[in-house]
Each structure stands twice: as structure tokens, then as C-alpha cells.
């Protein structure tokens, strides 16, 4: 029998680690933006955002929107305009895609 330490991680810190991976990111993005409510989709931007390293401070100077825009808008109060959302996805390395419903 061996010991073995078992490692505990707040999931915080278990979903930015994974948040990392681009493709894993783009999952949760695409997954959170088929729930009903529009400000999960916003709250999972600023955890990509986060994980990739990013802050407000960094996204404002490298978009040119407002910082107090961009913490409002990634908050559950958020509601961007498109073209505010497209930057920001841009800014972070995904890209907005539009593909017909298969039925």
C-alpha cells in the first residue's frame, strides 16, 4: 500500500487551470452560451479571460473600451453591445460562429 497525497484544489482554481486550453475555453464558452440565462455566458468570459492571464486593466488597454464598461459588462448586470463582445472575444484569442441548427 502506497501513500499517496491527495491534492485538494478549490474548483476555482480547477476551472482556470483547464480554462487554459484554448479548446477547453472554447467548450465552456459555446456551453455557457446555450444556457437560457445570458449572464452565464458573461461570467464564463471574465473566467477565460481570467485564466488566460488577462485582466480588466490589460482588456481596456488592449480593446480601448472603458474599464468600468468592461467590469459591468463581464458582471451578472452585463448586457454588451455586440460589437463591444466581439472585441473582447477577439482580444482573447475566439471568435464569434454562426452554424444552422442540425434537426
Known amino acids: 500500500m502506497t501513500n499517496k ?3 485538494y484544489r478549490d474548483f ?6 483547464n480554462l487554459k486550453d484554448a479548446e477547453e475555453a472554447a ?7 446555450a444556457d437560457e440565462d445570458e449572464r452565464v455566458f ?11 492571464g488577462g485582466n480588466i486593466t490589460h482588456l481596456s488597454e488592449e480593446t480601448s473600451l472603458n ?7 463581464l458582471s451578472k448586470k452585463g448586457n454588451p453591445r455586440l460589437t463591444s463582445l466581439k472585441t473582447v472575444l477577439h482580444a482573447i484569442g475566439f471568435e464569434m460562429d454562426i452554424h444552422p441548427i442540425r434537426k
Request: charged residues 25%; aromatic residues 8%; without cysteine.
Open 27 to 33: 467548450a465552456y464558452l459555446k456551453a455557457a452560451l
Open 67 to 73: 474599464k468600468q464598461n468592461l467590469y459591468r459588462m
Open 5 to 7: 497525497k491527495i491534492i
Open 42 to 52: 458573461l461570467l464564463a468570459l471574465r473566467d477565460v479571460l481570467e485564466a488566460q
Open 12 to 17: 476555482q482554481d480547477f476551472l482556470l487551470e
